[in-house]
């Protein structure tokens, strides 16, 4: 099969799907282990053929990625082999044996998820009493050992109102910030969802912290489901400019039991193949792969976006949130161009 021109940079691998914690907003409905679960022989195989594949940077996460037995060796494995590795963690179980383990490694950073500024929030979100302060010691023990650290706020209705408490726990400390928005997938009531005006909210309060302080002491950012174009607020978001979905573009997703997705966050209709049936370059350097992003026509825009001026760059926005609300690609109706051009009408 010929080479793709596409190369998977950013690899997100769900290295298993049990979790310690039950989250609402959970989009995975993580819990039990998925079935079937890779063995390490596989897992250290796909290190070494995602290395071939040009992958620069691979996350791994869960369900809970500290809970499988092997992590340390799928890690270390990818460190061998020359790319760069990052965890995103709900930190509960992060002691100092792990932690001992992790500076070994030099990861490039370990994502903590924070969900609420008091523990009451925090352990109602996340479904274990004291996990708040679990969270919180967690990134301390982090930080002592020069471990680059950030955190993950989803946001919802629930803890919407929780962004300035949030922002003094961790203010000056050396903790970057992703804030990004649930959407109604997993298990995820859809009553919680956020309003747009509720969003438009969120990415004032991302916009005025970015203004007020300066990267060191603050580095907070919008994930890719937070924006886009604003003519008002600026780019809040973690890149720079906003391309469109990379899913199956420069990013890949991998379930733990062997299913490949363009985004590990879309629905599993969009799984496209499975590394024990197909070698994984065979499935990504397939013409067919993310044919959605790769093949995109300005005429797959659907709703608004279609009359977009940034459709054809923007693509209609996060796949995940366009699919997960409307039921199909290209139509994301949490945008902050739009929701501007709304304000502007009234």
Request: hydrophobic share 35%; charged share 25%; net charge positive.
């Amino acid at each position: 099969m010929a080479k793709s021109k596409f190369i998977p940079v950013s690899v997100v691998w769900e290295i298993t799907l049990a979790c310690n914690m039950r989250c609402l907003h959970c989009g995975s409905a993580a819990g039990k282990t998925r079935a079937g679960e890779l063995t390490t022989k596989e897992a250290l195989n796909l290190c070494e053929e995602l290395k071939e594949l040009g992958t620069r940077l691979i996350t791994l996460m869960g369900g809970e990625p500290f809970l499988r037995e092997d992590w340390h060796i799928i890690a270390q494995k990818i460190k061998d082999l020359g790319m760069d590795l990052t965890f995103i963690s709900n930190g509960l179980i992060i002691d100092k044996n792990i932690v001992t383990q992790l500076k070994k490694l030099d990861p490039y950073a370990i994502a903590i998820s924070l969900d609420g500024g008091i523990s009451e929030t925090h352990d109602f979100i996340r479904g274990i009493k004291g996990s708040f302060e679990k969270c919180i010691s967690c990134l301390e023990l982090l930080k002592k050992e020069d471990i680059p650290t950030s955190i993950i706020t989803t946001i919802h209705k629930k803890n919407v109102k929780e962004l300035s408490k949030i922002r003094e726990l961790i203010l000056g400390k050396g903790i970057a910030w992703q804030i990004q928005m649930a959407g109604p997938t997993g298990r995820f009531p859809s009553n919680l969802l956020i309003s747009k005006e509720e969003f438009y909210s969120v990415a004032m309060f991302i916009s005025s912290s970015r203004n007020q302080y300066s990267l060191k002491e603050l580095p907070v950012m919008g994930a890719h489901n937070f924006g886009y174009h604003s003519h008002i607020l600026g780019n809040i978001m973690i890149t720079p400019i906003w391309r469109g979905c990379q899913a199956g573009i420069t990013t890949m997703g991998i379930q733990s039991n062997g299913g490949v997705k363009g985004c590990l966050s879309l629905p599993d209709d969009y799984v496209e193949g499975n590394i024990r049936n197909k070698n994984i370059s065979d499935l990504w350097n397939n013409p067919s792969f993310a044919s959605y992003n790769r093949h995109f026509k300005k005429e797959y825009l659907k709703g608004d976006c279609n009359k977009c001026k940034y459709g054809k760059r923007c693509k209609g926005g996060c796949q995940t949130v366009s699919t997960s609300l409307t039921g199909e690609m290209h139509n994301n109706p949490y945008c902050l161009y739009m929701i501007e051009k709304e304000i502007i009408k009234k």
